[in-house]
């Protein structure tokens, strides 16, 4: 059932089972489980089902780290979250290392090791409306010999992830709930604080604010917030008890390690041979899709392997080719395929008869392979990186003295790197220059500094969207937020869900992992509330 909290009338007391706060993907998820159980689950929202730019304002703060003027336009506050803005989720699976503690890398290391998660990552499969699971290479049809040597090891292997249909999740599952009965989700309905007691007993209720100036609450035997990296935090911050402590927080280590995905180009790849073999780099429907007999997509990458990370201690590394379209095959596209249209005939028939023997070469090979062949023969490859940044204590969310719209106090983004992070990017640059020019496979250009030092960056270094690490996992509340199972240390009601309670951030896409702790977290708060 859906509701409108702004029918809500001021000072009502809503009695619940569950309450989650945040309707996107991981909230969605959690309140799935629940439809037609015994249990009764509210749903708290912010936003309506579109946009709202009074709602989207909540979400504004200051910037005053490392530049990040992205993180208000990161995050979409209306039911769905970020998945109303998805070109389809790109899943794949931690390395076993990103789970493992290293003792050359502090704050690494989660509760569990990853081969705890599979069974839950098995039913997140089907939520992201993916194919079979498998993310081996020979899942899809790579074996060995399609790789080339530079990326057969030591330093570099090839990873797969797979790339699912877009999926808005508010209004692919939105129906489910509405018709639950014993779910009820309040639109326009923003949680401005918990009640905090002195004894870190169990939390009783949330405040509840609705512009522009309505107010309820909702009580619940269990509450789980689902709010995004940076709301998360905020939220548990707001929540002080009477000494200004917020819950969880008796550490000081709410909204702390704050961790982004770090986005880089600056380089290319000179080919030796412009007609690589680049098989591995499949993307479309083609031959390799036939043979599997499923019509299935995946984007394979090149990854720093764990066996190169543990003996540097480095962060997580990797790199996709950024193919370039060659003027002479959009020319013959447009000479020979009827669907396709613009251009002047005669000056395609002239680039095309310019490109010689070389475009022949390519025609036959994609005759030969079909989309298996990369778009066209190339001199150079363009690369994209994504780093791993390490957790960072400096690095933080916090809250300042700019107050929103209910007067609370907005949120604060302090985004640092470390010595660390720089070292990672530097050495893995390195590595990969070293490791072309052995196999002879071909020669980096690259703008990137492989040197250590404070200044040298990749000169288009960016933050994604990824809002990692500030309520971390950790068994010792002095190192975490929350324990294994999400909890949050010290309160024996209260629960946080999404990629705020990351450990490490990998370089692996998060909505896979966020899904599947939902999965693992729904379970366990069933058999609580059993």
Known sequence: MFTDARSVPAGTVIETDLCIVGGGAAGITLAREFINSGTRVTLLESGGEQPDPATQDLYSGSDIGRRYDIFNESRVRYFGGTTNRWGGAWCDLPSPLD?????????????????????????????????????????????????????????????????????????????????????????NANALRFDANENSGPVRQVDVGVLPDGRFKVRARIFIVACGGIENARLLLLSENAAGIGLGNEHGLVGRCFMLHLEYASAAIALTNPYANLLFQTGENGAIYKRLGANRRFVSYISLSDQTKRALDLPAMRLRFQYPRLPQIDALRRLVLPQERGGNRMRDLASVLGAGPGLAKYVA???????????????AIPLRFTAEQLPNPDSRISIGGDRDAFGLRKV?????????????????????????????????HSTIPEGEGEGKWPSDLRGDQHHMGTTRMARDPKLGVVDENCRVHGVENLYMAGCSVFATGGTFNPTFTILTLALRLADHVKQRLQ
Not at 430 to 435: I, K, N, Q
């Open 99 to 187: 789970f493992e503690t290293r003792p050359g890398v502090p704050y690494s290391g989660w509760p569990f090791p990853l081969s705890e998660l599979e069974p839950w990552y098995r039913r997140a499969q089907p939520v992201l409306r993916l194919g079979p699971y498998g993310y081996a290479l020979t899942d899809w049809g790579i074996v060995p010999e399609d790789i080339p040597e530079p990326f057969r090891g030591p330093h570099f292997t090839v990873r797969v992830l797979q790339q699912g249909p877009i999926t808005r999740f508010g209004q692919h599952y939105g129906p489910e709930l509405r018709q639950a009965s014993n779910v009820t989700v309040y639109l």
């Open 365 to 379: 090979g994609r005759i030969k392979y079909g989309r298996n062949m990369p778009p066209s023969p190339l001199a």
């Open 412 to 444: 604060v983004v302090d985004w640092r790197l470390s010595a660390e992070d720089q070292r990672g990017i530097a050495t893995g640059t390195r590595l990969l220059r070293e490791e072309l020019g052995r196999s002879g496979f071909g020669e980096l």
